[in-house]
């Protein structure tokens, strides 16, 4: 069965820097395109970046662009989501979610897998 499983969320100042770390179990992570989503308080799940299977390219929301990075090391079956410039508008609850395929999708139904998800705080 495949586990997703989120760390790394936290209270943090405006400005600061946080790293997400998504480790997956179950499957080989290399078979799968992988994505980091965000859920804020009374909105809807979006999507913050995404990457394909190689991790050759990547896709991020245009609130993010500059500021995060995402990236994968499918030896250790891991994703990652390096977080700079915080602002508290990036305040949510961050999922990772797993999509069988090569090419990265950026709908939340195209995913196949999502972890529990991890708190991010960003204060003012």
């Known amino acids: 069965q495949v586990q997703l499983v989120e760390s790394g969320g936290g209270l943090v100042q405006a400005g600061g820097s946080l790293r997400l770390s998504c480790v997956t179990s179950?499957?080989?992570?290399?078979?799968?395109?992988m994505g980091w989503f965000r859920q804020a308080p009374g909105k809807s799940r979006e999507i913050v970046a995404a990457?394909?299977?190689?991790?050759?390219?990547?896709y991020y929301a245009d609130s993010v662009n500059g500021r995060f990075t995402i990236s994968r090391d499918n030896a250790k079956n891991t994703v990652y989501l390096q977080m700079n410039s915080l602002k508290p508008e990036d305040t949510a609850v961050y999922y990772c979610?797993?999509?069988?395929?090569?090419?990265?999708?950026?709908?939340?139904?195209?995913?196949?897998?999502w972890g529990q998800g991890t708190m991010v705080t960003v204060s003012s």
């Open positions: 990457i394909n299977r190689s991790g050759g390219s990547a």
């Open positions: 979610a797993a999509h069988y395929y090569s090419d990265y999708v950026l709908r939340p139904n195209e995913y196949d897998y």
């Open positions: 179950g499957h080989t992570l290399s078979s799968y395109a």
